[in-house]
T-cell receptor, first 114, second 114 residues
Framework: RKEVEQDPGPFNVPEGATVAFNCTYS??????FFWYRQDCRKEPKLLMS???SGNEDGRFTAQLNRASQYISLLIRDSKLSDSATYLC???????????????FGKGTKLSVKP | DVKVTQSSRYLVKRTGEKVFLECVQD?????MFWYRQDPGLGLRLIYF???????EKGDIPEGYSVSREKKERFSLILESASTNQTSMYLC?????????????FGSGTQLSVL
């Protein structure tokens, strides 16, 4: 299994649709999980952290399943402005230092159409 | 908000040249990172630093070196640029701590080596 794996898409959805992305990771010792968003020709920006109990931020819901080693992101009521690439990010615990650094998935591209 | 500034947005260099990419952050972050991003390969970690004068190799350090003489500045050096180092280079910073800290990225340097 690759360290962090995502379906590259593209996911083409109409405005108002609900869309879900999954991401799998290989290191069972990983402790931190995130979704980043990257707009075309821009830098990645943190969308949300993913907590064990699941968490919601407006139209966005993130879930973590440690047993199956996957993370999900659900976007409800899609907007045109949600069009971007969504990067799944997982910490790597076997690097030195006070925090493991992060492994980025290759991203899932979302295109929301009018 | 945190600002991570990369010295150049676009850079064109010739094979064999020594190239310096500079990155400065203004929020007193302990951690700084250099990534490169290529189509189909995602973000890959080149080097990172948890403190002044400290550096650690990432996944693809070959052909690169780094310097962190001051806390706010992290430089990436290509000793002898090659065409396979043509890429988007992204600098990032974060606070030290538990590993759950948000990464702040600069806007990137698109380097072309001819």
């Amino acid at each position: 299994r690759k360290e962090v794996e995502q379906d590259p898409g593209p996911f083409n959805v109409p405005e108002g649709a609900t869309v879900a992305f999954n991401c799998t990771y290989s290191n069972s010792a990983s402790q931190s999980f995130f979704w980043y968003r990257q707009d075309c020709r821009k830098e990645p920006k943190l969308l949300m952290s993913v907590y064990s109990s699941g968490n919601e931020d407006g139209r966005f819901t993130a879930q973590l399943n440690r047993a199956s080693q996957y993370i999900s992101l659900l976007i409800r009521d899609s907007k045109l402005s949600d069009s971007a690439t969504y990067l799944c990010v997982v910490s790597r615990s076997n690097y030195g230092g006070s925090q493991g650094n992060l492994i980025f998935g290759k991203g899932t591209k979302l295109s929301v159409k009018p | 908000d945190v600002k991570v500034t990369q010295s150049s947005r676009y850079l064109v260099k010739r094979t064999g040249e020594k190239v310096f990419l500079e990155c400065v952050q203004d929020m007193d972050h302990e951690n700084m990172f250099w990534y490169r991003q290529d189509p189909g390969l995602g973000l890959r970690l080149i080097y990172f630093s948890y403190d002044v004068k400290m550096k650690e190799k990432g996944d693809i350090p070959e052909g690169y070196s780094v310097s962190r003489e001051k806390k706010e500045r992290f430089s990436l050096i290509l000793e002898s640029a090659s065409t396979n180092q043509t890429s988007m280079y992204l600098c990032a910073s974060s606070r030290g701590g538990s590993g759950k800290e948000k990464l702040f990225f600069g806007s990137g340097t698109q380097l072309s080596v001819l």
